[in-house]
């Protein structure tokens, strides 16, 4: 019997974010695009983008962010690095509204009005809207939101 790779229902979803401090709600995140696509196209957020950001001396380098998302990717969802593309992301939509290739969109219930948006300048652009997945927030063991700034207003 042959072994064929299981077909998902999409073949490019993608999401965005800073992704500093890697934490279960990024997970989660990442998690659901995985399951969903057969390659998976990360928009990661540059010095450029975050130049407002709280605390933003804390920021994990992009470097460090991009990096520490292949390790999640590859060891913890086994996705091969052919089936994932980390993209810079210097403004707000980046590829998101140009890609007509883009199938769904992937984000959480507190960013899910972003994806609202890239939809409405996808068809400014004349491309197809993409299908938006909302995840729900993930919170912390207290019951309280995780948060990237949250996380980086606690370091020393």
């Excluded at 540059?46 to 709280?54: E, G, I, P, S, W």
């Amino acid at each position: 019997m042959k072994n064929d790779k299981i077909k998902k229902p999409f073949e490019l979803v993608g999401l965005g974010g800073t992704f500093d401090h890697l934490h279960d709600g990024h997970r989660l995140l990442l998690k659901t695009a995985a399951k969903l696509g057969d390659h998976v196209a990360i928009a990661l957020a540059t010095d450029k983008l975050l130049k407002n950001k709280l605390y933003r001396d804390k920021l994990e380098s992009y470097k460090n962010r991009e990096k520490n998302l292949s390790i999640y990717l590859e060891n913890e969802l086994n996705l091969l690095r052919d089936s994932y593309t980390i993209i810079p992301l210097n403004e707000p939509f980046g590829i998101a509204i140009t890609e007509p290739k883009l199938e769904a969109h992937v984000s959480s219930l507190e960013t899910y009005e972003v994806s609202i948006k890239i939809n409405e300048e996808r068809n400014k652009n004349g491309l197809p809207p993409m299908i938006l997945i909302i995840i729900p927030i993930v919170n912390d063991s207290e019951g309280k939101k995780l948060s990237s700034t949250d996380i980086r207003s606690l370091l020393k």
